[in-house]
């Protein structure tokens, strides 16, 4: 199964009953498992999460450890980023140069690496001693 299958699937779990803005993210670990996830709404706002979040959790707690490739999908008019603080989630498991593909419902995409996705992304080298 594709990514952008997977993620088109699964976008229709996610739980969005406040915004209506389902979003579904697949990702390939390096190991070459498909790890999905959705978003998932709260009454309290800040107390939901990103589907790109939640398809990390998902590849952690498989056992996988990297990212090789990451599909979002959502139904808006235009590919939609990632919001910043999964920038820096999908940069702390993945290599700057790993494909991130932005798709919309109608079939919009867009390919770009991490690196383009975030630049200047803060990582752990930065805490070495």
Known sequence: MSL???ATRVR???YAPYSRF???AALRSTAGHIHLGVN????AYPEGTCAEAGAIAAMIAAGDARIAEILVI?????PVPPCGGC???IAEFAGPEVVV????TSGKSRR???AELLPGSFSAAYMAP
């Open 4 to 6: 952008l299958e997977a």
């Open 12 to 14: 229709e779990n996610a």
């Open 22 to 24: 389902k979003v579904g």
């Open 40 to 43: 998932v709404e709260n009454a």
């Open 74 to 78: 959502a139904d808006c008019p235009e």
């Open 87 to 89: 920038r820096q989630k």
């Open 101 to 104: 593909t932005l798709c919309t």
């Open 112 to 114: 770009m690496t991490v």
